[in-house]
């Protein structure tokens, strides 16, 4: 038992130095980068598709995918306009470090404004192996329910930005949105959150004006 | 790489041995078990709560609910009706065989005739650790998207039992249920499926008799 723990914690110290690593890349390549979480089906591929369109004709976009298995999601992304890398994790639950550095020599980072990393659908692993992005994005989405930040709340501790997705599906499910924002904000006071419809586009705009910021600061920088 | 490897397999070879063990101890008791799995969100205790009403008065149920935080789940399903022990993972993104053997322990199971057990939400985790019951239910969710079972195949392979919940979201999202089904088709042919909406109750009945007649059949087995 000792052993095995052991063996985690040199795991996740090996991760977290190879985060740094990633971050002195991308910061060298004044790329701003994010980390995008979520459930399966929340809406992560779907918020990409959403983004693209908008900012693609301003700034050059890449978007590294994870997935248990298939290109599905790096094909969308590619097909909305970024340079798409696919990650396929062998059955790992989530991205690590290791797994972006070698997804970002597939890439010429100095001809990039944004990296989106759309990290494989899970709502506990992904939290705990920071892979030295700009920012962590998490994505809720309405038909989930409302009581994920209370029984999730490592990754609502994690993120700097909470999309809320599906607001369009909110007359047809169960969903109390002062209890869903009680337990986000007593994990995570100052988050900064989205309420968007990927389906219908209701605000992405506020979403994208954030990221435009972002991208902006970090040129500047 | 390869003292990670191995201590990994060690983990997988204990928890099935473990397994092995649930299973003798809930055959002698002579009750019925499921291992249910999804998502986050997908309807794992709202389909125990659709369930239990229906059975409670003919047979003794119990209900084993895990979580990485809250007695949220656990709560519900005593709610409803159930014999109810949470199991709070510790973080950990499954419940494994020795998990369950602690909670077992905590049950007289002499006195049940069905036992629930509601894994964590994870569409990737609980695919690997076994964990003695008779048979495996996976729970997929309209609103999650129809090309669940490409993206998380391992979670199709090994289930005896694929329910399609939230049907009533079928008009408000985009979900080819050919497309789904084809999936499902290539990875579980034989796997029996039970579209339901655990909102509006529909297809719950088909559900209820699946689960009575493998009560029954355990019972005189």
Redesign the interface.
Known sequence: MT??IS?VE??HSANDQLAIENKQQLDQAGLFSLNIMA???AGKTSLIERTLPILKDDFKIAAIDG????S??ADRAAEAGATAVQINTG?Q?HIDAHMLRNALMELDLDGFDLLLVEN??????PASFKLGTDKNVLIA?I???D??P?????MYQDVDALIIN?I??LP???FDMDYFKKGVQMLNPDLITFPVSC?TGEGIEEWVTWVTEHIEIKKTS
Chains 1, 2 share one sequence.
Do not use: F, M
């Open positions: 052993k095995n063996v040199k795991v459930s399966p089906g997935d248990v298995a298939t599905i999601d059955g639950c494989v659908g899970n709502l506990i692993c989405s038909p989930e329910g009581d994920k209370y029984k999730y709340p490592a599906k369009d599906l047809y499910v169960k389906t």
